[in-house]
């Protein structure tokens, strides 16, 4: 049997380690788009052929919310708010680049789905103790009633669906069947 106080310990130490994983990783996805690889003019050059245009604007957009949500999640500091960030990056990638099957390894959604709830239930049960949400007095203000889940989840849907609106521009497949 767990008493109150290990429960709160071992919730701490769960959602501090949840926290890490999704924030760094988020972090260094941003960081590669603008310092490795092709960076920011490779990525353009992609998110144009995926339908994101302009592909600059849409690379910069995505690379600093990547790198700002996952700062934020890793300390946790405004914690709903960088799930909302993570949720709405999921949304477009799962629109625009893993519309293949479920699987990954077939360019499938299984990870932009994983990922958006592992956010989603981060936002909604907050950060933890060991955080800057916990350290600045403002953890019951982000999570008490549903607030969090409602925040990361509302917010992250609309976010990521309001940019597919305005920026995803797929060029229309091209139609061989007629003459």
């Given at each position: 049997m767990i008493h109150a106080a290990g429960f709160a310990t071992e919730f701490n130490t769960v959602m501090l380690v949840l926290r890490v994983v999704a924030g760094v990783t988020l972090f260094l996805h941003g960081y590669n788009k603008v310092f490795r690889g092709g960076k920011i003019e490779g990525t353009a050059g992609w998110f144009e052929g995926l339908g994101m245009k302009p592909g600059r604007l849409n690379a910069w957009m995505a690379a600093s919310t990547e790198m700002g949500a996952g700062v934020l999640l890793t300390v946790g500091l405004l914690t709903p708010f960088a799930a909302a960030g993570l949720i709405?990056?999921?949304?477009?990638?799962?629109?625009?680049?893993?519309?293949?099957?479920?699987?990954?390894?077939?360019?499938?959604?299984?990870?932009?789905?994983?990922?958006?709830?592992?956010?989603?239930?981060?936002?909604?049960?907050?950060?933890?103790?060991?955080?800057?949400?916990?350290?600045?007095?403002?953890?019951?203000?982000?999570?008490?009633?549903?607030?969090?889940?409602?925040?990361?989840?509302?917010?992250?849907?609309?976010?990521?669906?309001?940019?597919?609106?305005?920026?995803?521009?797929?060029?229309?497949?091209?139609?061989?069947?007629?003459?």
């Amino acid at each position: 049997m767990i008493h109150a106080a290990g429960f709160a310990t071992e919730f701490n130490t769960v959602m501090l380690v949840l926290r890490v994983v999704a924030g760094v990783t988020l972090f260094l996805h941003g960081y590669n788009k603008v310092f490795r690889g092709g960076k920011i003019e490779g990525t353009a050059g992609w998110f144009e052929g995926l339908g994101m245009k302009p592909g600059r604007l849409n690379a910069w957009m995505a690379a600093s919310t990547e790198m700002g949500a996952g700062v934020l999640l890793t300390v946790g500091l405004l914690t709903p708010f960088a799930a909302a960030g993570l949720i709405g990056i999921m949304v477009v990638a799962a629109r625009t680049d893993h519309r293949g099957s479920f699987f990954m390894f077939k360019n499938g959604w299984e990870y932009v789905m994983v990922f958006g709830f592992l956010a989603w239930g981060i936002g909604a049960l907050g950060p933890g103790e060991w955080s800057l949400d916990h350290a600045f007095g403002i953890l019951d203000d982000l999570t008490r009633d549903w607030r969090g889940a409602l925040i990361a989840g509302v917010l992250g849907l609309v976010a990521g669906i309001g940019t597919l609106v305005v920026f995803h521009h797929p060029e229309p497949a091209a139609d061989f069947g007629s003459s």
